[in-house]
Antibody
Framework: QVQLVQSGVEVRKPGTSVKVSCKAS????????IMWVRQAPGQGLEWMGW????????NYAQKFQGRVTMTTDASTSTAYMELRSLRSDDTAVYFC??????????WGQGTQVTVSS | DIQMTQSPSSLSASVGDRVTITCQAS??????LNWYQQKPGKAPKLLIY???DLETGVPSRFSGSGSGTDFTFTISSLQPEDIATYYC?????????FGQGTKLEIK
C-alpha cells in the first residue's frame, strides 16, 4: 500500500533553516511527483511547490522563491523540503503528497514546524 | 494566480441532510478541480478528482459536478463521520491553489 512517512516535530529559532523528509513506499517513486502543502494554525491549505520524482524538476510558489528548496533521493524514495530564513509565520504543519497525476491522492501525516525565539 | 472561492465558509446541517458546497475559479480551469476532506489533526484525504470522479474507496454519497469556473460538491445524506473541513483545489495552472475551506458541523 502507498505510504508517505514524514520526519518528526521540529522547533527552530527565527533566521535558521529546517529540512523535512518524506519517505515513500508501496509504489515506484520515480513515476510520480511530490507536492508540499502547509497549514498554519487554524488556517487553510497553502500550496508551496512540487518536484518531479523522475527528473527532479521543481516549481515553487512565488512567495517561497529563494527560501525553499525541494529535492529527492530516488535511491531511498525520499523527498525533502528545506525552508530557510525561518520566521514566526512559518510555524505550520507541513505535508507532502503524491501527485497522481492531477490530484494529491496520498498524503504524509504532516510535520509540525514551530519557529520561536 | 487562479483564485478559488469556496462558499459557504461554514455550514451546520443535520444527519441525513443533503449538503452542497460551491467553489468558483477566477478563470476557466476546465475540469481540473479536486475536493478534499480534512478532519482535525489529520492530513487531507482526496474524495473527488477531475471535478466529478469518485476516488476509490470513497462512499457514493459524495459527488462533484461542474466545469469551467463553477463547481459543486454534494453529500447526499450527511453522516456523523462527515464532520470535517472540505477544500477544493484547482490543478489547471501553477500554483495549484486551494479554496479557503468549508467547515461542516452537525446541527
Amino acid at each position: 500500500q502507498v505510504q508517505l512517512v514524514q520526519s518528526g516535530v521540529e522547533v527552530r529559532k527565527p533566521g535558521t533553516s529546517v529540512k523535512v523528509s518524506c519517505k515513500a513506499s508501496g509504489y515506484t517513486f520515480t513515476n510520480y511527483g511530490i507536492m508540499w502543502v502547509r497549514q498554519a494554525p487554524g488556517q487553510g491549505l497553502e500550496w508551496m511547490g512540487w518536484i518531479s520524482g523522475y527528473h527532479g524538476n521543481t516549481n515553487y510558489a512565488q512567495k517561497f522563491q529563494g527560501r525553499v528548496t525541494m529535492t529527492t533521493d530516488a535511491s531511498t524514495s525520499t523527498a525533502y523540503m528545506e525552508l530557510r530564513s525561518l520566521r514566526s509565520d512559518d510555524t505550520a504543519v507541513y505535508f507532502c503528497a503524491r501527485v497522481n497525476p492531477s490530484a494529491l491522492d496520498h498524503w504524509g501525516q504532516g510535520t509540525q514546524v514551530t519557529v520561536s525565539s | 494566480d487562479i483564485q478559488m472561492t469556496q462558499s459557504p465558509s461554514s455550514l451546520s446541517a443535520s444527519v441525513g441532510d443533503r449538503v452542497t458546497i460551491t467553489c468558483q475559479a477566477s478563470q476557466d480551469i476546465t475540469n481540473y478541480l479536486n475536493w478534499y476532506q480534512q478532519k482535525p489533526g489529520k492530513a487531507p484525504k482526496l474524495l473527488i478528482y477531475d471535478a466529478s470522479d469518485l476516488e476509490t474507496g470513497v462512499p457514493s454519497r459524495f459527488s462533484g459536478s461542474g466545469s469551467g469556473t463553477d463547481f459543486t460538491f454534494t453529500i447526499s445524506s450527511l453522516q456523523p463521520e462527515d464532520i470535517a473541513t472540505y477544500y477544493c483545489q484547482q490543478f489547471h495552472n501553477l500554483p495549484y491553489t486551494f479554496g479557503q475551506g468549508t467547515k461542516l458541523e452537525i446541527k
